[in-house]
């Protein structure tokens, strides 16, 4: 390896395939924190260290040390799992975390608040419930996501399978989680060229996110991965084949440039039975192809710019030895969940449940996590995390559905009457995530509340309009394909995006910058205002935007910076 590759690149090479110091580090008492170079190779077991910033302020006066408490992000391929599985992440959650759990945008679990003592013991649990979090984080091919509406039963189960062969082929094979979690014996000598086939020494440059989607439902938002596949549906709604895109992501800095979201290129059509081939060679060339000096360019997104589409894959072309034909037609209608009842083809029902911004937990009006385990203790259907941060209560006898959706009621999980709360979705952001500059989740529901009020004054309320925030450009709820993103830029203040498509294929624009609560409401009532007066039959919140001139449209990859404050209504800071 040479002097110049990056920091994190030396950390895994010395890792010893992901082991650094994590075992000696566990059983140090004296600080509730791990060393440094720990602190990335454990991300690729699935945890980070993180420490409560409400606290910070207080404890740096009396010269304590931070709150330091882990987050576990549990891997769940496709989103799916058992009611024993969800009640032993609901028992952990009690016992170990902070008595919550988290349902994440790329349908699956956190726990949060889990100290260091209590790391081994939390995940010998989740093991013994046969979940684990290895690559669930890290410069890895992290959790595969697959679509979630339960009205596409073969469609769905084909998504299925596809995401968990694809997720089995690329996790990791050390056995250094096994050793350090679940006091596993090492198995010695002989390592060096069996441990990673795949992902050798170093792993992946960068993180590496890969989901399937099964058009006109695009939940996924297919566009924002690295890797996607779109189910190519027959009459009868069976999977002839799969679309495959490729280089998209969300992450950015303000006020860097040459960092930006972009929407994933179609890169042609695959069989089915050559879709883990792909997948392979899509990882391997973006290996040995992405950028390992410098993070802030070292996605496939970037790869994918820098080399071109055409080269790109020819390459995965030679190493899948496959056929990658032109991509067949499909058509998407949107990017939310399908909330309410649907009925699954055996005579069955499914319930899909609103959960806000993903947090469950048990408040004095809503006890969330109980009735969930109350339903849990004796559901036979399973459980499915939307990528959108609900839940779905899947394959329900007629006979229960009543008791069920009464459990649901009361517990404040219906889906709410509000259009714009119905399709939002809000990042961790304070107080857990280091990297917030803004609040999100504890913030997106009280500004909903008064831009609510704005909509109904323009006779809106219903209308379904996408909205999103981050507590900071990472992206990590997908802001900038939402209709109305806002992402934070400092304590209170916001930038303002508007015109992604309401179908999950169009980035949206900056429109304005630095905006706290008032100049956000504002901004946005004199759009509804407009748009409730101007907007054409069917016409989507995010399409008027362009068409009225408040932001250009963006096409792909650098045009995310382009034209922003060109276009005629662009609000005044
Ligand atoms: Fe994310 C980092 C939370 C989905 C882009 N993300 C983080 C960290 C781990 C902060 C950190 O590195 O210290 C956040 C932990 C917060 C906390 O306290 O829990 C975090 N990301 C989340 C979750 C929980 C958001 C949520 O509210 O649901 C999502 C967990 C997904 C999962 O279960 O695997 C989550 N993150 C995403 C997505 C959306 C997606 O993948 O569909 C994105 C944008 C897509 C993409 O990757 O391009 C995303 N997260 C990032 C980035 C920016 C990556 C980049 O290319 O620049 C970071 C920062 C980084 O990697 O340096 C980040
Ligand atoms: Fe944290 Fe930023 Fe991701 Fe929000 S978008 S969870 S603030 S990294």
Sequence with gaps: MTDDVSRNERIKEASDYLRGTLAEGLAEEITGAIVEDDQQLVKFHGMYLQ?????????????????????????????????????????????????????????TVQLHGIIKSNLKATLKEIDAALLNSIAACGDVNRNVMCGANPEQGPAHAAALELARKVSDHLTPQTPAYREIWLDGERIAGGE?????????????????????????????????????????????????????????????????????????????????????????????????????????????????????????????????????????PFKFTSTGDRYGWSQAADGRSHLTLFVQNGRLFDHASAKQLSALRQIAQSHDGNFRITPNQNLIVANIPIERQTEIHWIAKEAGLLAPWSGLRRNSMACVALPTCGLALAESERYLPDLMTALDESLAAHGLSSDDIVIRMTGCPNGCARPYLAEIGLVGKGPGRYNLYLGAAFDGSRLSKLYAEDFDHNAIVAALDSVFAAYAAERQKGERFGDFTIRTGLVAATGNGRDFHANVGKQAGRAAR
């Design 51 to 107: 420490d409560d910033r409400d606290l910070r302020p207080e404890r740096t006066r009396k010269k304590m040390e931070k709150a330091f408490a882990f987050m576990i992000r549990v891997r769940v391929p496709g989103g799916v799992l058992s009611p024993a599985q969800w009640l032993a992440l609901d028992q952990v959650a009690r016992d170990y975390g902070n008595h919550t759990m988290r349902l994440t945008t790329r349908q």
């Design 192 to 328: 060096d060229n069996v441990v990673e086939p795949i992902y050798g020494k170093t792993y992946l440059p960068r993180k590496f996110k890969i989901v399937a989607a099964v058009p006109p439902s695009n939940d996924v938002d297919v566009f924002a991965h690295d890797l996607g596949f779109i189910a190519v549906l027959d009459d009868k709604g069976g999977v002839t084949g799969w679309n495959v895109t490729v280089g998209g992501g969300m992450g950015m800095t303000h006020g860097e440039e040459d960092t930006y979201p972009r929407t994933a290129d179609l890169m042609g059509f695959c069989a089915t039975k050559d879709a883990v081939a792909i997948a392979e060679a899509v990882v391997t060339v973006q290996r040995d192809w992405g950028d390992r000096l410098n993070r802030k360019h070292a996605r496939l997104k970037y790869t994918i710019e820098d080399r071109g589409l055409d080269f790109f894959r020819a390459e995965v072309v030679r190493r899948a030895k496959v056929v990658v034909e032109p991509a067949k």
